[in-house]
């Protein structure tokens, strides 16, 4: 009996002690779950959803304290892929969190600008370069659009631009079925 | 050719009307350069060339005038020599309708070369020939113009086996690859052959469709001139798209390659004809790509092939055929795999292979699109072996990622499916607005991942700032303390001993002397004055005192 209980322990003992090991030497960085619904927002790092980033929207969603609706930049298509992931209801965008924009990136008009640096400040993903007095200019390839460099800018000289189509970013239209009149059809 | 070429069917394809009579009763003609060139500067796949030239310069022809963006990525060339008038955006060849940067050139009508000299290839390394090449412009001519510099590269093992030469020509109504093998086969497998000698391959094997008997006679004949054993021509069953490069491969060599792999893996390359040929006239005439033979065919009265400038308007060209009067539109390319113009005055580019004029007669609009009947006619004519139904289903539904589980960007757009469905659907529209659109999605989500990294890495900058800032602010707060323990100890230090106030005094005496010293330096210019430079200073002196005085109000404090 006794030895049987020995055996029992010592099994649980060792076993615990892998499975620990296993914890620490094996340990995921950073919560998949997390990682899987920042991998579907769109990274303009807005703070429209009510987050400082992205990323903290992604972990309140993972937690379930926030709707899958609130990033309108992601858009309606944004929504559907969250909720495909999650296995949740698919809401239409809430209205509170703003609507879905065409994309645009920011222009600073550089005869205005004062160099006052607020700015680049203001830029999440450092978009704006520029030095204290100088001219500063936006880099629209990394811009995100996230509008966060309008507010702070004491000569109101940021404007967003809309990207305009070209023939490297057209994309074919779905193709529509014609609707002929039935006078043209019996002509 | 006396040996026997064993051939390999590829699965699927059909046989429309071929239409290439017309076209090929007369020989080349030159088009005549138009008053005014529109080149567009980006005319391959790879980055748009950076223009070399301005409004006002004078060209010559053949000059570069727009430079490869990098080495995925092709030069442009003036086609004629004249005066640049501008370099702006001008409608494109693209069913966008949209505009593109282009260099326009007034023709001065002297047609005046750049010097012109041969590149000995033999003499060069292979990077500095494909660079040579890439600065010439030489693209695939076959519709694709990717940059050929850099498919003249061995590939993995080194050496290829096989160099193709696609002289199938299978949609219809084109010609222009047929003509140039009948009336330039000769420079054309000189071409081949330095291709050859760069890829190091055993042996070349041109595909010719059997409708073309003139062809493959007169490359024959050439290939009996050139005497070389290892180059081959083959006559391929004329069936659409046989000229398709997986398919042609397919047909000679009885290689398939497989989904997501290159030819080269297979120790194959293709290239079209018109490729070669632009190659031989590279490195044998230095001259860079310029021109190219355009088929002009369909609702015209005398259809031909012409050597058609770059930047040549399609509207002065169609013109020379004497287009019929229900002419109502311009489609680049072949009634297959075409595209239709945004408008008639768009420039003939490298891609251009033909100008086919249609009407309401010669293309009557499809009756309307029925659903699927899932009745599998598609599959059976797909020479990509893929499942066309499915993958309408889904680019329909806007389900991206299962049409691309059915391999979509397989799909060559050859339009065989479209062809025979029963149903009329546009399959083909639907496939190219599915691979547009995952292609929007991949450049977003690459976007995307660099936002994240580079906000990731503010986040880290602002943290490493703030730490930083901590640590200064504490290593003064620390400095601080100890400038006030110093005070301290010296406040609570006994006076001064005797030797020391010697020392003190010693230091004062010297202090003094130094000073002393000083004041009997003058600056120079100060010293013999006029009386009126005098007065002057004396003038601006007090000028500076009454200043003063007004500015103390505003002065702070301390100062
Ligand atoms: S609204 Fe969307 S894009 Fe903006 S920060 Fe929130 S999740 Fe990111
Ligand atoms: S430049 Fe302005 S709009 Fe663009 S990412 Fe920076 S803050 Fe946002
Ligand atoms: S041929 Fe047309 S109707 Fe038949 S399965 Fe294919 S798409 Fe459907
Ligand atoms: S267009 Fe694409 S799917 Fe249709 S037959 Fe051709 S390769 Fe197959």
Redesign the pocket.
Known sequence: MLDALLVMALGAIVLGAALGYAAVRFRVEGDPLVEKIDAILPQTQCGQCGFPGCKPYAQAIAKGEAEINQCPPGGEEGIHKLADLLGREFKPLSAEHGVEKPKAVALIDEQTCIGCTLCIQACPVDAIVGAAKQMHTVIADQCTGCELCLPPCPVNCITMEPIPESVENWKWKYPVVKIVPASKVAA | MNVVQKLFGFHGGVKPNYNKEASTRLPIAAAPAPTRLVIPLHQSIGGPPRPLVKAGDRVLKGQRIGDADGDVSSAVHASTSGTVIGVEMRLMPHTSGLSAMCVVIEPDGRDEWVERKPFDFRAATPTATRDYLRDAGVVGLGGAVFPSHLKLNAGKQGRLDTLVLNGAECEPFITCDDVLMRERADPLLRGAAIMREMLEASRVLVGIEDNKPEAIAALEAAAKRANDASIQIVAVPTRYPAGGAKQLIRALTGIEVPHGERSTDYGVQCFNVGTAYAIYEAIELGQPLISRIVTVAGNVGQARNYQVLFGTSMRDLVALCSPLPDTDRIIMGGPMMGFRMPSDDVPVVKATNCVLVGSQKLFPPPPPEMP???????AKVCPADLQ??EM?WFARARIFGKAQEYHLFDCIECGC?AY????R?P?VDYYRFAKSEIWAREVEKEAADEARDRYEFRLLREEREKQEKAAKLAAKTAAGREKAAAALAEAEKPARTPEEEAKHALIAAALERAKAQKDQVHPENTGNLTPEQQAEIAAIEARRAEIREQAKPHLRQDD
Not at chain 2, 372 to 378: L, S
Not at chain 2, 420 to 423: G, K, M
């Open positions: 699927c009947i899932r009745c599998g006619e598609c066309p139904f309408y499916c025979v469905c029963p149903s659907i399959l």
